[in-house]
């Protein structure tokens, strides 16, 4: 394919970041990839100094939210090597997001590629600490200039990247988990199986009073009965149950299909443990906790890859989850995947794209 035109950053960012201080999000790269969309046509890819966004008033985006976005990060391994995980399972992700937002199919083929020589060219961006790395943030936005609901028949995809440190400062360290009953994260029918803005926002008051009550993240249940399961404000969950691996189905259409989510299926199958998809409601992990049969939850995500759950709390009734710690079974696909991650463990499924 290429590569494809280059406007260097006359000052770099590379003396600002803190890397003693990471935290996550809070710094940014040199450059950043942009792909433009008018007269029916994704063209003109480059990448172009990271930097304030000429946008107008009337930006379609900023009053109706015709938005979406993904996540991924790159690593860097002991040898020096960069490499991104997974990056094609994340592309076709965004591309379901896309449909779903009515924004013109993105060329896939053209964005991995656009993604690999921002990072390439940022490279020294790149973390040296294990357990850093440099998050990756392709996205798109309509950037038509009207008042009205309507889709756009502009867009804008950019891809930016920001070295950070664990996603949540606990680490590997267990959460604690409110269920609000009261709110939902997202209904049938509706954008919960797209990566898009407006899921966030409507997450942020429950999110807020789990945080201000003491708590990590929201364990969020279905929009119709209140009773089942769904997922973790920024994570994908599972249950051990007995000798039973559960995590809820996509069938819904109001669960974001999470990468690591199908990263640890597809661990948890090759390593043959019984696994489900299932429904599973709030009751049967309280039954199981008052039984002595829930042995593990954690949640799974790009941010934090394995999130033990060490804390449920419902109405007026709180789990405590394997003594607050993690359990085995969260503790070795972790180990898993950030050893593949890193390169200290062999690739056996190529899932890692080299730089």
């Known amino acids: 394919m290429g590569s494809f035109p280059v406007h260097q950053n006359p000052a770099s960012r590379l003396g600002t970041i803190d890397w003693n201080n990471l935290r996550f999000g809070h710094f940014f790269s040199d450059h ?8 029916g046509n994704w063209h003109t890819p480059e990448i172009v100094p990271y ?9 379609l985006t900023l009053h109706y939210g015709q938005a979406i976005f993904e996540g991924l990060k790159a690593y860097r391994r002991a040898d020096g090597t960069v490499t991104i995980f997974r990056p094609q399972r994340y592309m076709e992700r965004m591309l379901n997001s896309s449909r779903r ?13 656009g993604m690999k020589q ?6 020294a961006f790149v973390p040296k600490v294990h357990g850093h790395s440099l998050y990756i943030r392709p996205f798109i936005f309509a950037t038509d200039n009207v008042l009205g609901v309507q889709e756009s028949k502009t867009y804008k995809l950019l891809i930016i990247t920001s070295p950070v440190a664990a996603y949540y400062p606990e680490g590997i360290k267990p959460v604690k988990l409110d269920v ?19 899921n966030y926002a409507a997450s942020l008051l429950p999110a807020k009073k789990a945080r201000e009550a003491g708590f990590t993240q929201v364990l969020w249940l279905d929009a119709t009965e209140h009773r089942y399961i769904e997922e973790v404000g920024t994570m994908n969950i599972f249950f051990v149950i007995g000798d039973e691996v559960i995590t809820p189905p996509l ?21 043959n443990y019984k696994v489900s998809e299932r429904r599973i409601t709030i009751d049967d ?8 049969q829930l042995k593990e939850v954690f ?41 593949i991650q890193y390169g200290e463990r062999p690739d056996r499924h190529e899932w890692n794209l080299l730089v």
């Open 51 to 59: 930097g304030p966004l000429d946008l107008e008033p009337s930006n």
């Open 251 to 271: 069938t819904s259409g109001t669960i974001l299909g999470g990468i690591t989510r199908m990263t640890v299926l597809e661990l948890l199958r090759e390593w």
């Open 101 to 113: 937002l009515c924004i013109p199919d993105p060329p896939i083929d053209v964005v991995l590629e």
């Open 180 to 198: 609000p009953p009261e709110y939902i994260r997202a209904a049938p029918g509706g954008t919960g199986t797209a990566k898009t803005p407006a």
């Open 299 to 339: 949640g799974t995500g790009t941010a934090a890859v394995i999130s033990p759950g060490g804390e449920i709390h419902y109405k007026n009734q709180s789990l405590t989850i394997n003594n607050f710690s993690i359990g085995p079974i969260g503790q070795r696909l972790y180990d898993e995947i950030d050893g």
């Open 285 to 292: 992990v309280l039954a199981a906790q008052a039984a002595g």
């Open 32 to 39: 950043m990839f942009q792909l433009t969309y008018s007269g």
């Open 118 to 123: 921002v990072v390439d060219l940022d490279r």
